[in-house]
């Protein structure tokens, strides 16, 4: 079955430093994958996509990366700062694109 | 910036009882469903709507459960009689006819809790 397994560890790094976070997924091949931050009570917020013909994406000081063999994506926040932390979900098109399927999400902390 | 807004922010029930979650999706997408989130777990897909019927739905989304376009505007989510393994966040969301590949946006949800 379709799985999509984010770290299940809380990530905590010092404010300037760059966040790597990892989505890994098996038995699917998705022609894109979405990035999503959640607070805590609230809902998911958009963040990035990319194509699966797209090796890297930017907006700011985001970066996604997704390598199709691998089926991995990397998401990388630089330079960050405290009000960067939350959870970070990765969401592929399932059932034929109709839906997301979301990973567990991984929590970010920037410590001062 | 247009925002999907959901009403009420928190609801509490008795097990049992119906209830029913409100949603005004951003105005010109026409592609609504409804996720939700337990505690501590991962977002789920309930149920997709597309041109005044389901498209989808999960395993999760049993005959307790509706779905309704009343009027242009609202969208609404149905639990017939609550059960206590219904407590959860229920988060309404919406997408673009075209374009976005896909993109959805949440709103800011429903915390439910049955009593």
């Known amino acids: 079955s379709q799985k999509i397994e984010q770290n299940s560890e809380a990530l905590n790094i010092q404010e300037g430093k760059t966040a790597t976070l990892t989505c890994n997924y098996t038995?699917?091949?998705?022609?894109?994958l979405q990035w999503y931050r959640q607070d805590p009570g609230r809902g998911p917020v958009f963040l990035l996509l990319i194509r699966e013909n797209e090796k890297e994406k930017r907006k700011e000081r985001l970066k996604v990366t997704f390598d199709t063999t691998l089926k991995q994506s990397l998401f990388h926040i630089t330079a960050s700062q405290p009000a960067d932390s939350a959870t970070y979900l990765c969401?592929?098109?399932?059932?034929?694109?109709?839906?997301?399927?979301f990973g567990t999400g991984t929590q970010l902390k920037v410590e001062l | 910036e247009p925002e999907v807004t959901q009403t009420p922010s928190h609801q509490v029930t008795q097990m049992g009882q119906e209830v029913i979650l409100r949603c005004v999706p951003i105005s010109n997408h026409l592609y609504f469903y409804w996720y939700r989130q337990i505690l501590g777990q991962k977002v789920e897909f309930l149920v997709s709507?597309?041109?005044?019927?389901?498209?989808?739905k999960s395993e999760i989304f049993d005959d307790q459960f509706s779905v309704e376009r009343p009027d242009g505007s609202n969208f609404t989510l149905k639990i017939r009689s609550t059960k206590l393994e219904d407590s959860a966040m229920y988060f309404c969301?919406?997408?673009?006819?075209?374009?976005?590949?896909?993109?959805?946006?949440f709103g800011p949800g429903t915390r439910l809790t049955v009593l």
């Open positions: 969301a919406s997408r673009p006819t075209s374009g976005g590949m896909g993109t959805q946006y």
């Open positions: 969401a592929l098109p399932t059932g034929g694109g109709n839906k997301l399927t």
């Open positions: 038995n699917y091949s998705p022609a894109y």
């Open positions: 709507f597309y041109n005044n019927e389901i498209s989808e």
